[in-house]
């Protein structure tokens, strides 16, 4: 899928007829309970295991950069107790999760990303986005300031070279597209401070749901036509037809991430000092403890 809302040629501001439109193709399209609004190729389990995994859990402060309609964020708000603030520039994409999130402990504002809320915050999310940046260095640095001493950051991305020529002609949208090798996904997080606490490669299994979804779309092609126009669902359709075939033949591959930013360096109290260097310099202890327990 497209790192934008503008999958299928549909603008931010139709994000709510999009989604309504969608909607039953996607639930058809995942096992039941897997569909939970999210607009990527997540399924919900994937999402809370990431969660956890990133230590979210109740009172911890989470904020979901590129939202969306939130489907993830009101999942993890719901299932775990966190505080949340999710963002994305979609004005409608916001208005649809502000609806679907009631009473839920859930804030959300419209903005362009970046710049990224300042924290700090417990856990930064950046969900089945991180294709649409194509500086990922400034994002990153703007997260890791974000997060406090020991936060995370748990993303998803898309790990190859960058698009040809050729392949941005076959794309709907390449301006969307930014794939990154994971060697300088690596650099850059090393760049910004931010260390790997736990990587996997899940390829496979969104492949498994580009395809079903584009099943589904395929088999909905009607209602879907008749709501969004033939264009919206021959550009839905490229788009899930062209990520099934970069993904089967390794061309992109998927990854999720946890990285941590880490607690700041302690200088050595006195009494662990050498005798001879003690001094009556002070020391100091930097940063702070952390606020909530990390897995
Ligand atoms: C593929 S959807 C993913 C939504 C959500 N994270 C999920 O997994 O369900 C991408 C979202 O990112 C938002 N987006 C893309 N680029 C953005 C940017 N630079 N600033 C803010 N939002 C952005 C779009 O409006 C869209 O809602």
């Given at each position: 899928m497209n790192g934008s809302s503008r999958v299928g040629g549909v603008t931010p501001d139709e994000r709510a007829r999009f989604d309504r439109a969608l909607r039953p193709a996607r639930l058809s399209a995942y096992?039941?309970?897997?569909?939970?609004?999210?607009?990527?190729?997540?399924?919900a389990s994937e999402i809370r295991s990431l969660a956890v995994k990133a230590g979210?859990?109740?009172?911890v402060s989470v904020l979901d950069l590129?939202?969306?309609?939130?489907g993830p964020g009101r999942l993890l708000t719901r299932e775990l107790g966190c505080t949340y603030l999710g963002v994305d520039a979609s004005a409608t994409a916001i208005a649809v999760a502000s609806r679907r999130a009631g009473s839920l402990d859930c804030r959300f504002e419209v903005s362009p990303?970046?710049?990224?809320?300042s924290g700090p915050f417990d856990v930064v999310l950046l969900l089945e986005?991180?294709?649409?940046?194509?500086?990922?260095e400034t994002l990153l640095d703007e997260i890791a300031v974000a997060l406090r001493a020991g936060g995370r950051f748990a993303f998803t991305m898309e790990e190859g070279q960058p698009l040809t020529d050729a392949e941005r002609a076959r794309?709907?949208?390449?301006?969307?597209v930014w794939p990154v090798p994971l060697t300088e996904m690596l650099s850059v997080l090393e760049r910004v401070g931010l260390h790997v606490r736990w990587q996997d490669e899940v390829s496979r299994s969104h492949w498994d749901v580009v395809d079903s979804l584009a099943d589904a779309f395929a088999a909905g092609s009607s209602d879907i036509t008749a709501s969004l126009g033939s264009r919206a669902l021959d550009e839905l359709l490229v788009t899930h037809r062209r990520w099934s075939e970069w993904l089967r033949a390794g061309r992109v591959r998927k990854f999720a991430f946890v990285v941590e930013k880490p607690q700041q360096c302690l200088r050595p109290r006195p009494e662990d000092a050498p005798a001879s260097s003690r001094g009556s310099h002070e020391h100091r202890i930097l940063g702070s403890a952390p606020r909530s327990a990390a897995p």
């Open positions: 096992a039941p309970g897997e569909f939970v609004g999210q607009e990527g190729f997540m399924c979210i859990g109740p009172g590129c939202c969306g309609i939130a990303i970046p710049p990224v809320p986005t991180m294709l649409a940046f194509p500086d990922k794309i709907p949208h390449p301006d969307t």
